[in-house]
């Protein structure tokens, strides 16, 4: 009989596995604490003093919200109430949100989670994307809330009959197949005209969190490029 | 309506393609590499075999340096994809070291 | 199954295992059936409108394929555990009632997704209706009950395995199959904030997918080496260990390549990139490890002077085979070559994405499953050597053929995306719908459907083959 290596020994790679497993799932749940420290929800407070979070308080209804290069970071940014020259959102330029921009925290909070709730019950992840993640049958969502469709030089206020782009956004939804774009359109889902407010709030607070710049060129390329 | 400061593609449009099909190349024949190694070890394929799997490993590594090329790696990705590749290497020859000699003990 | 000839030690557990099979075949139709309807409205967008709209048919599609994988695996389990433990599955009077509950439940669950489709925005729809997450869109209620069935399934394993033999696989299992029912809490609740949602859904999906069942595969290939093929306990349950040590080691913190661009910090970009360069390994390793028992074994048996094959169940072992290459084609290459942060950037979302989902599925798991019903079908007739039939070899050809076919075409589609609607107009709304109105594109999506059918006839012919091959006279008693 050969002499007995370690490597050919049940017990050692048994031992192996389970420090290696055990190694990496602590790192991991190390790592995820530090991320979900990152990823808390911010504060009124937070947007009033200025201070970035990646993922910013409901109130971040009330500014105005871009997508930015940042020349430190080498990738687009989420820019709220202006930007200072740098790519860091300076907090100050207000933007209405059906009619007011001075949303509290309780309701902003309530608006955003109908919103979310409704993400789920209307089921839009089975068609469209969510942070890149869900369906491919219809446009991500990421950043829709800063769509050129949806702003002032888009067709999608015109075609609803509506000045702002929530209302648009929200009329949308409501009837959707009654403003098709393309062939595939979105289905009747029932929703509210409450629940449509929620959706675009939770929309326009969606495309306020720091993806790491993805999409990448977002909304800054106009009409078709076809081929090379 | 394009801003120049704002268009910075990591990777140009026409680099995409290559990118592609030499990871998936990476892969394809870093498999090659190994199992013909393996098969040639256990008598499945004639000893001729191979050098072809070591001809399949040297693809593998030029293939991981395309890509790592083309995507303009940083320092430290390429010392890894220079290390994935020296670990591709011995890999099978650790492996079947090991299975072989497990193998003999168990025969007995 | 009617007729069973199953006797002797663990005829018990290996009669539910047939039942779980069984209820998990006609799942994988209803999957095929609802990825047709999908299928069909890329090409044409009018079919079933505000009947059954793309959302619904795609949500009963991945349900149906989560389930009917999970109903498989626990019907493997109940499967080998005699086997390996030597005894009877300890209660396994309540593993058939649990089999039942779980049956029930997910009839109810594609009834309300069928007929009621959407509710209100409120928790009652999160409730009762479905929770709108992917893959794990199982209203609450559901949840609960895969809880009680899963915790039913798991004390069986554990109670078996104390008190038999604990073999290697079965320590294995043990441990997995904790880690996967665990991991499904993680699912289980609501949030508001996006980002954290995401975050969790995450280590349900991808600590299943890409770790957990990994693992649980890797041990029914280590079974299957050893009743297929007589192949070495010692030396293929040290393979076991080394695939769990990579496989594990790499795929826990590959998590990370689902973390880039869903709003958490850039670290995740490193060890993302790190770790999933380092998941095709394993695969790898799995790959040769069927290559080399095979090539043992036989080798063994030619050195006696016998030209016999080794195989002793030929259906399966082509699966298990099929098992070995798909998924590290699948989960491998197709993953690996978007796994990259800077290419990810761009695939993220797009039909690349799809095309990996597909062939990983497949290849990882449908194979391996579907070699193990072949396992229960010689088991359960008392055949001997199990050899193709006609069907078994048509519908193997055709599932895996249409399955290739239909993950060329969505790469294609996806590439169209990434250039089109990705790279040149930076992912809007226009920039998607150039992207889906490409020629390429169109056509692509024409090659899936088609490939959808060749993929369902060959199911048929599957189904065809599990009714009918038991009786067929072509295996060896």
Redesign the interface.
């Known amino acids: 009989m050969a002499k007995r290596s370690v490597w050919s020994d049940n017990r050692f790679w048994q031992r192996s596995a389970a420090w290696i497993t055990g190694f990496a799932s602590v790192l991991l749940i190390w790592l995820t604490f530090d991320t979900m420290a990152q990823i808390t929800i911010g504060t009124d407070e937070d947007l009033k003093n200025g201070v970035t979070k990646r993922v910013p308080s409901p109130t971040v209804i009330n500014y105005k919200i871009t997508y930015e290069m940042s020349t430190k970071r080498g990738h687009e940014v989420p820019i709220i109430g202006g930007n200072d020259g740098q790519g860091m959102s300076l907090f100050q330029e207000k933007e209405m949100f059906f009619g007011r921009d001075d949303w509290s925290e309780e309701e902003a909070t309530e608006l955003l989670h109908l919103g979310k709730l409704g993400s789920q019950v209307k089921n839009c992840m089975n068609c469209h994307t969510l942070l890149g993640n869900g369906a491919y049958y219809a446009p991500d969502l990421t950043k829709a809330w800063l769509d050129p469709q949806w702003g002032p030089n888009g067709s999608m206020q015109a075609m609803t009959g509506k000045n702002t782009k929530e209302e648009a956004m929200a009329e949308f939804l409501q009837n959707p197949s009654k403003y098709p774009t393309h062939a595939r359109m979105m289905p009747n889902l029932g929703i509210t005209a409450e629940e449509a407010k929620g959706l675009v709030a939770f929309l326009k607070h969606m495309s306020s969190i720091d993806t790491n710049g993805f999409p990448r060129n977002f909304g800054k390329i106009e009409g078709a490029v076809h081929g090379k | 309506m394009i801003d120049p400061s704002v268009i910075r593609p990591e990777i140009a449009l026409d680099a995409f393609l290559p990118i592609f099909v030499s990871s998936a190349l990476v892969l394809v024949f870093g498999g090659f590499y190994v199992g013909i190694y393996t098969a040639v070890k256990v008598n499945i394929l004639k000893k001729w075999a191979m050098p072809f799997a070591y001809l399949f490993w040297i693809l593998t590594a030029y293939c991981l340096y395309t890509m790592g090329s083309l995507m303009h790696v940083g320092d430290f990705t390429a010392k890894a994809l220079v290390i994935a590749a020296i670990g591709l290497l011995l890999l099978p020859h650790a492996v079947y070291y090991m299975q072989d000699r497990v193998h003999k003990e168990n025969e007995h | 199954m009617a007729n069973n000839h199953l006797t002797g030690i663990g005829s018990e557990s290996k009669q539910l295992a047939t039942w779980y099979f069984t209820f998990a075949a006609i799942l994988f139709g209803a999957q095929l059936l609802f990825g047709l309807v999908?299928a069909i409205?890329?090409v044409m967008?009018?079919f079933m409108?505000?009947v059954l709209?793309?959302?619904?048919a795609?949500?009963l599609h991945i349900n149906a394929l989560v389930v009917w994988m999970v109903f498989a695996m626990f019907g493997a389990v109940y499967w080998l555990l005699p086997d390996e433990t030597g005894i009877e599955t300890v209660g396994i009077k309540i593993g058939k009632l649990l089999f039942w509950v779980f049956a029930a439940a997910i009839v109810v669950v594609v009834l309300v997704y069928l007929f009621i489709?959407?509710?209100?925005?409120?928790?009652m729809?999160?409730w009762f209706?479905?929770?709108?997450?992917?893959y794990i869109?199982a209203p609450r209620w559901a949840d609960f009950g895969i809880v009680v069935v899963a915790l039913g399934f798991v004390a069986n394993l554990f109670l078996t395995g104390m008190k038999g033999k604990q073999t290697?696989i079965v320590?294995v299992l043990m441990a997995d199959m904790i880690a996967f029912a665990g991991l499904y809490l993680c699912g289980m609740f609501?949030?508001?904030?996006?980002?954290?949602?995401?975050?969790w859904w995450w280590w349900v999906i991808h600590l299943w997918v890409e770790a957990t069942w990994e693992v649980y595969v890797g041990a029914l290939a280590a079974y299957g080496l050893i009743t297929m093929l007589g192949a070495?306990r010692?030396?293929v349950?040290?393979?076991l260990?080394?695939e769990?040590?990579m496989l594990?080691?790499s795929g826990?913190?590959g998590?990370g390549h689902?973390?880039?661009?869903?709003?958490?910090?850039?670290?995740?970009?490193?060890?993302g990139?790190?770790f999933s360069?380092l998941e095709?390994?394993p695969l790898?390793?799995m790959?040769?490890h069927v290559?080399?028992d095979?090539?043992?074994t036989?080798?063994e048996q030619d050195a006696q002077g016998q030209e016999l094959s080794v195989i002793r169940n030929k259906p399966a072992f082509t699966w298990f085979v099929l098992n070995a290459f798909g998924n590290?084609l699948g989960a491998?290459?197709w993953g690996?070559?978007h796994t990259?942060p800077?290419?990810n950037?761009?695939t993220?979302?797009?039909?690349f994405?799809?095309a990996h989902g597909h062939l990983a599925f497949f290849g990882a798991y449908a194979t391996i499953l579907i070699g193990m019903m072949y396992i229960a079908i010689q088991g359960t007739n008392g055949i001997k050597i199990m050899n193709h039939t006609r069907s078994s070899i048509w519908s193997v050809s055709l599932l895996s053929g249409g399955m290739m076919g239909m993950t060329v075409a969505l790469t294609i589609a996806g590439?169209v995306?990434?250039?089109?609607s990705?790279?040149?107009?930076?992912?809007?709304?226009?920039?998607?719908?150039?992207g889906?109105?490409?020629m390429w594109f169109a056509q692509a999506m024409d090659w899936r459907l088609i490939m959808g059918l060749v993929m369902f006839a060959g199911f048929a012919l599957l189904a065809k083959d599990f009714l009918t091959t038991g009786k067929n006279p072509v295996h060896q008693r």
């Open positions: 999908a409205q890329y967008p009018g409108f505000e709209d793309f959302s619904v795609r949500m489709q959407v509710g209100p925005a409120d928790e729809s999160i209706i479905h929770e709108g997450r992917e869109e290697g320590t609501f949030t508001d904030n996006i980002s954290v949602d995401q975050y070495h010692k030396v349950e040290m393979w260990w080394i769990v040590t594990f080691g826990i913190l998590m689902h973390y880039f661009w869903i709003g958490t910090p850039e670290y995740w970009w490193e060890i990139a790190l360069a095709p390994l790898v390793a790959f040769i290559l080399y095979w090539g043992k036989q080798g590290f491998g290459i690996f070559f990259l800077q290419v950037l761009y993220h979302g797009t039909q994405t799809s590439y995306q990434v250039l089109v990705r790279a040149q107009m930076g992912a809007t709304w226009a920039g998607y719908f150039d889906q109105s490409g």
